[in-house]
């Protein structure tokens, strides 16, 4: 069965319910394309909107059809191709991803000026030309931003070329209202809380009337707001105002530093005060200025990336490179490039901003020199004679030919939208970077084709190294390397981290046998001289092996499934050293397997395969434990165990008549299997019969017959099913799936906020503890290409997301009374914060996302009742949650924690399966370990993030303790949204 939101918007407009239209905006509501939309004017999409998917190489509508459709990217993407008059040379001249638009010609009734389609699986909002012109003459005022530019593109011919960019007009004479009352608030607060700062300056006999020092402000803005952790992220916030035109360099000097240099506010450059600064200065509200400083603090990072990438590159400095390259690593359209062009990239990338709607940034025909991203705003791709052919947005690219080829533009590109900012490459940079990539790379041949490509390392100065990291290799050579190069390497001014990085990610392109086999081979592999064998450097291989074991034994406890196969070989090398008399090193080897405590495996895998059972809990009966809960003191006991393969469970498997039989199997049982042994307890044969998740919202997931470790991957209220394949449509979600129809206010009300937080921390970092290393890399590279391995407990933890997430909406949506619906929001507030005290993201993240659901944000009389001040702390609070520049404000509010916590394991999983898709695993033949390299970075971080374990010290006397330990880890939700809208609707009606 389809999603919800699919099901939602196949219905006719004037069949779609209030809580349809919830469902549609929640889907709707985060896509690129709609940021910009006013709330009103998306709802009347959602009305009108439909649902359509294509498959791949699927022609949407060609050049010169009357247009019948506007259309929004959702998933997927499509080329936009033109060509000539007599459909000869036909140019592919943009390819429209998720999150863009096209079609508005509909509105003008004028003929298509391009073929559109499909590049891949592809899923599009259509709103039908009669539709769209309701829309468009109801908020012609809220979507001629959108549509007039795109509807009378101007003439190519009538918009002169741009000159050299001035540096003038990067910065606003006439700042917004918005940033003016910023400026205006920031100056009253400099001058009741620091007096003096604003003061009349003198050097070299001049006098320079009522300004501030740079070094001052940064000082004064770190002192005053939490959320500023760096110099950096101050002197950001600063750059904002001043490229805005609040605040100037009293000579001019554009760009904000951190140093002597004078800075001036707008009020006191017009000298509209008259007497000291602080005379007629208002008087500045505390909540009022947090509230600017949050809002800066957002807008910081862009204007700093903007400040750095403005700098001649010989003037950028190593901190500005290495933000630079942070930035760069997040760009979608850099993702194919390697690393090591990045970096490169970082010194030579430029920034450049147009100001005016219009502008023809080039002309089709002229020479391509550059290539450009889009940092912010929107272009048309215009043919001569055909009109507008695409749209291009924030992170789309064009102009990439120009690096390759020299090929003259395809299309011509023109400004939609005020001030558009973007990156661009020049092609005669990019070329000398990848010379000098190139001459930084060693390749080793073998019968003329590559087997090995290295990467001379840069040492912490920048400096060159003599050392060599890999970059792609075939796996055996990647062995030969680490041994004979890498694996007594420990250099810090130069680390690189292949070693520890290949056993990490070896099983992508290696099985355990094979690595076990060439590493027992180096190890009896003899060095022969003329005159006989080198005994010495004979031995020495085989210390490089003992010595590359341990160091793959210091990862183990973060692997899974390898603990047998490992352990086997280490018997093999025991027994080897032994009948090769190397007792010493024998001795070695076994003390640092102690240290590694890699004699406990088996104590730990037996202890998993049986007494997880009874610690395997979640919110739901959808996992069969035991059936009491343990006693308070023996529940403090309990630490959750990790799933292995296999780890025994019961599988609770209901029948169309609800009744349900339980099988206990290894969690690791193939959906064959499952059903062989349910179809037998129904009667029926199992080849007519099928297994299948229902969802509380009546869609229905089925499974393959290799698919394993099912039972972690149902959804919240999600229930396996056993049924004749003919019989599926007919059964509906059971009553326990729909939740609980009560709120738990009464419990909620007498627990402790901060003991919430905590007990639900300890819960989460036990869920966090227990995902292993692989299990990150199986989700990222498929599971049908790990045979035997399992993903459950990372499952687990991302289930436990999404539970506290519909925990925070069912309890306020089953909350009747108003003054208790406040208190709740209150008490969730509350949690949150202490979440983030105790650095759990996991949790912060579900509380505040929950809160931001339509179906809470929508009750507007609840929300106005709630305090002014935590109003404004959620409002600092959703701050994180903008996901503009790659989650810029989580990223830099993440870098500074010191381990142990818990990241936003949503995002880590998004940045990986953004470097999957982005970089080929094979190239020429050689695996492309540069990806292999990226990927072991973020599981680095997540290391890092557990590395010290959560302790909770002086903990107050809280006599319900147990009962807030039962009910966190026992949350009863409502996973449906529909029935979660329907909840909002009753208690607050649609206006």
């Not at 002309?363 to 048309?380: A, R, T």
């Not at 969690?667 to 129904?682: G, N, R």
Request: glycine fraction near 4%; charged fraction near 25%.
């Amino acid at each position: 069965m389809v999603a919800e939101w699919i099901s939602c918007l196949d219905k006719k407009p004037s069949d779609r319910t209030g809580e349809e239209l919830d469902i549609i905006y929640s889907r709707l509501k985060g896509l690129k394309v709609f940021e910009t939309f006013d709330p009103a004017l998306l709802q009347q999409i959602c009305y009108f909107g439909y649902y359509e998917d294509l498959e791949k190489g699927i022609t949407l509508y060609r050049q010169g059809d009357i247009g019948t459709n506007w259309y929004a990217v959702l998933s997927g993407s499509l080329d936009v191709n033109c060509s000539d008059a007599d459909d000869k040379n036909c140019v592919t001249v943009c390819t429209l991803g998720a999150g863009t638009a096209f079609g508005e010609s509909v509105l003008d009734n004028s003929p298509r000026a391009a073929t559109v389609i499909t590049c891949e699986y592809t899923e599009l909002l259509r709103v039908e030309r009669d539709d769209l012109l309701k829309v468009w003459e109801r908020n012609r005022h809220l979507m001629e931003g959108f549509f007039t530019n795109a509807i009378r593109p101007p003439s190519p011919v009538s918009v002169p070329m741009p000159t050299t960019q001035s540096k003038l007009s990067l910065y606003s004479k006439n700042p917004s209202d918005r940033i003016l009352f910023i400026g205006q608030q920031i100056r009253a607060g400099l001058i009741n809380n620091f007096p003096g700062i604003i003061a009349d300056r003198q050097i070299s006999l001049r006098t320079y009337r009522r300004c501030c020092v740079g070094s001052q402000l940064v000082d004064w803005i770190i002192q005053e707001c939490n959320a500023v952790h760096t110099r950096q992220q101050a002197v950001g916030m600063w750059q904002v105002l001043l490229e805005e035109g609040v605040l100037k360099h009293v000579c001019n000097e554009y760009n904000f530093e951190d140093n002597n240099l004078f800075y001036r506010f707008k009020e006191d450059d017009c000298g509209s005060e008259q007497g000291p600064p602080g005379a007629c200065a208002p008087l500045a509200d505390t909540n009022m200025l947090q509230e600017c400083f949050s809002t800066l603090a957002q807008m910081g990072p862009d204007a700093l990336m903007r400040l750095m990438l403005k700098k001649p590159p010989k003037e950028r400095t190593a901190e500005d490179l290495d933000y630079i390259y942070e930035e760069l690593l997040h760009i979608k359209a850099l993702s194919h490039l390697s690393n090591s062009v990045k970096r490169e990239l970082a010194s030579c990338i430029q920034f450049e901003s147009r100001e005016k709607a219009g502008t023809i940034l080039f002309k089709q025909g002229d020479e391509g020199n550059s290539w450009y991203i889009i940092l912010k705003g929107s272009v048309n791709v215009v043919i001569f004679g055909k009109g507008v052919v695409g749209q291009l947005h924030e992170g789309d690219n064009f102009g990439q030919l120009a690096l390759v080829n020299d090929a003259p533009r395809a299309a011509s590109i023109i400004l939609r939208d005020e001030r558009c900012h973007f990156l661009r490459v020049d092609k005669e940079d990019f070329n000398r970077i990848l010379r000098d990539v190139e001459a930084k790379t060693e390749r080793l041949k073998e019968n003329g084709k590559d087997v090995l490509v290295l990467e001379k390392l840069s040492k912490s100065d920048g400096s060159q190294s003599n050392k060599y990291t890999v970059m792609a290799g075939t796996p055996e050579k990647m062995v030969e390397y680490l041994l004979d190069s890498c694996v007594d390497c420990r250099d810090d001014d130069e680390r690189d981290y292949f070693v520890e990085d290949f056993f990490v990610m070896f099983n992508v392109f290696l099985s355990i046998d094979k690595l076990c086999s060439l590493l027992m081979s180096y190890y009896h592999e003899a060095v022969k001289l003329e005159d006989g064998l080198d005994l010495k450097a004979t031995e020495q291989k085989k210390i490089r092996v003992v010595r590359a074991v341990l160091r793959w034994v210091d990862l183990i406890p973060q692997k899974m499934g390898e603990e047998y196969e490992l352990e086997e070989f280490i018997e093999k090398l025991r027994s080897a050293l032994y009948d090769d008399g190397m007792l010493s090193l024998l001795a070695q080897f076994e003390r640092g397997i102690d240290a590694s405590k890699c004699h406990t495996f088996n104590k730990s895998n037996n202890r998993s395969s049986r007494s997880s059972l009874g610690t395997f809990q979640k919110s739901s009966s959808r996992y069969s434990t035991y059936d009491d809960m343990p006693s308070e003191s023996q529940s403090e006991k309990i630490r959750r165990e990790p799933l292995v393969p296999t780890t025994e469970v019961k599988f609770k498997i209901f029948y169309p008549d609800q009744s349900y039989c339980t099988l206990r199997l290894p969690i690791i049982t193939p959906v064959s299997e499952i059903t062989k042994q349910a179809s037998e307890k129904l009667g029926i044969p199992p080849e007519e019969t099928v297994i299948f998740e229902l969802k509380s919202t009546n869609e229905v997931v089925r499974f393959k017959d290799t698919d394993t470790c099912i039972l972690t991957a149902l959804s919240n209220n999600g229930r396996l099913f056993c049924s004749p394949k003919d019989s599926i449509d007919k059964i509906k979600p059971m009553q326990e799936q729909e939740g609980p129809n009560t709120s738990s206010f009464n419990e909620l009300e007498i627990m402790s906020s901060r003991e919430l937080a905590l007990q639900m921390t300890i819960y989460d970092f036990e869920l966090f503890n227990c995902v292993y290393e692989s299990e990150l890399i199986i989700s990222i590279f498929k599971k049908d290409k790990f045979p035997g391995k399992i993903v459950g407990n990372l499952d687990c933890f991302l289930a436990r997301f999404n539970e506290v997430q519909n925990w925070v909406i069912t309890e306020i949506c089953l909350t009747s009374l108003l003054s208790k619906r406040v208190h709740l929001l209150r008490k969730f507030i509350k949690i949150a914060q202490h979440c983030r005290d105790f650095q759990n993201m996991l949790a912060f993240f579900g509380i505040i996302m929950g809160l931001s659901n339509i179906a809470v944000s929508r009750l507007s009389q609840t929300w106005e009742k709630l305090p002014n001040k935590f109003r404004k702390l959620f409002k600092e609070f959703e701050t994180l949650l903008d996901p503009t520049r790659n989650h810029r404000s989580y990223r830099l509010a993440m870098s500074k924690q010191d381990s142990p916590f818990i990241p936003f394991m949503p995002l880590l999983m998004k940045d990986m399966t953004f470097i999957y898709e982005g970089n080929k695993t094979i190239i020429d033949g050689l695996i492309n370990f540069e990806k292999m390299h990226m990927i072991a970075n973020t599981i680095r971080y997540i290391r890092y993030a557990r590395k010290e374990p959560f302790i909770a010290d002086n903990l107050p006397v809280v006599k319900n303790r147990g009962d807030i330990r039962r009910y966190v880890r026992q949350m009863q939700v409502i996973d449906n949204q529909r029935t979660l809208s329907q909840l909002s609707h009753r208690l607050e009606k649609r206006e």
